[in-house]
């Protein structure tokens, strides 16, 4: 899920950035900072939007850098349980795919591909038994967030492609179109039924 937020911090200025205006200087610096940052509450930052205010500067002793405390505005990117998610297969292996989610990276283990039994082919896509759909990389996909690990610089996302409207996008067309086509079979067959009680006197 996307999020503007509006943080509160203490901003420290490396020397370097010491001859441009103060704004300049704090907001490059802070570039710098959430570069790749991933926090486990904050989520992981996209973009600095913009500083709001910035206070004096301080100086502590033996450290040549400044500190501003700063009020700034992020953009930032935090996966959360049970959310839906776009993404590009990146990487097909043995026990499942990995997904470019934009931000970050997701895995979706074998099981979780497709509702049918999914084997690994030489041709390094996914193949499934009975309805030979197959998954290779750069397929598009739409995914549900089933599991969150926060060990390390990043999480590890888990997700599935197992439940009705999930899936590469074409098997989503397909699904889609099979479904009109039944019920509009279920519809015409219970029109002469219709008609026959429309026609009855009394």
Do not use: C
Request: no cysteine.
């Amino acid at each position: 899920m996307f999020y503007l937020t509006e943080v509160e911090d203490y901003v420290r200025v490396e020397p370097k950035l010491f001859g441009l205006p103060t704004e300049e200087a704090v907001e490059k610096q802070l570039r710098e900072t959430y570069k790749d940052y991933y926090n486990k509450e904050l989520g992981k930052v996209i973009t600095i939007i913009s500083v709001l205010k910035i206070n004096e500067g301080v100086i502590i002793p033996g450290d040549g850098a400044a500190y501003y405390r700063s009020r700034f505005k992020l953009i930032v990117w935090k996966p959360e349980l049970q959310e839906i998610a776009f993404g590009t297969i990146s990487e097909i292996t043995s026990f499942g795919a990995f997904i470019d989610l934009g931000v970050m990276r997701g895995m979706i283990h074998i099981s979780q591909t497709m509702d049918d039994y999914v084997s690994f082919s030489k041709a390094n896509s996914l193949l499934g038994k009975a309805s030979k759909r197959s998954l290779k990389q750069g397929d598009l996909v739409l995914a549900r967030v089933v599991s969150l690990s926060h060990k390390g610089d990043e999480p590890k996302i888990g997700l599935t492609m197992r439940q009705p409207g999930l899936g590469k996008l074409e098997w989503i067309k397909e699904d889609q179109i099979k479904k009109r086509k039944k019920e509009e079979k279920v519809l015409k067959a219970e029109e002469p039924k219709e008609k026959a009680k429309g026609g009855k006197k009394k």
